[in-house]
């Protein structure tokens, strides 16, 4: 009889790859929701280790540091300093993600520090899941 096996909330370094794997857009908006939703899921004590282990890159510098202040935020949120791998990353150009006129405004005021510092400019609501 074969067993089942147990279930493992995705890593930072697995939704790299899945970000790789799909490059459309839409889709990766979707793959970062759905970690988002595990790790809301799983225990505080069990959070640190999902973002602990530096991602490949996904071929694309944009997604690369969105990741590393994604990171960085959700560590924050959990009290907890950032990994360590996330220090380098950063854009030289602005990157808005959700680029219309009222989008950039409404991002340049509100990214979350850890976003902004590396030169991404995303509302937090998007980094919401419902």
């Known amino acids: 009889m074969k067993r089942a096996q147990q279930y493992q909330a995705a890593s930072i370094a697995v939704l790299a790859g ?11 908006w979707r793959l970062i929701a759905e970690f988002l939703e595990e790790y809301r899921h799983e225990p505080s004590s069990a959070r640190m ?13 944009r997604w690369d540091v969105f990741l590393a202040a994604l990171a960085e935020h959700l560590a924050a949120r959990d009290g907890a300093g950032a990994p360590p791998w996330t220090e ?12 219309t006129p009222a989008g950039r405004v409404d991002a340049f005021v509100h990214a979350p520090a850890s976003f902004r510092r590396r030169g991404v400019f995303i509302h937090p609501q998007e980094l919401e899941v419902a």
Not at 18 to 28: C, N, Q
Not at 49 to 61: A, K, R
Not at 88 to 99: M, Q
């Open 49 to 61: 280790s999902l973002l602990s282990v530096e991602p490949p890159s996904t071929g694309d510098s």
């Open 18 to 28: 899945w970000l790789t794997d799909h490059p459309d857009e839409e889709t990766r």
């Open 88 to 99: 380098t990353r950063r854009l030289r150009r602005f990157w808005f993600p959700f680029n």
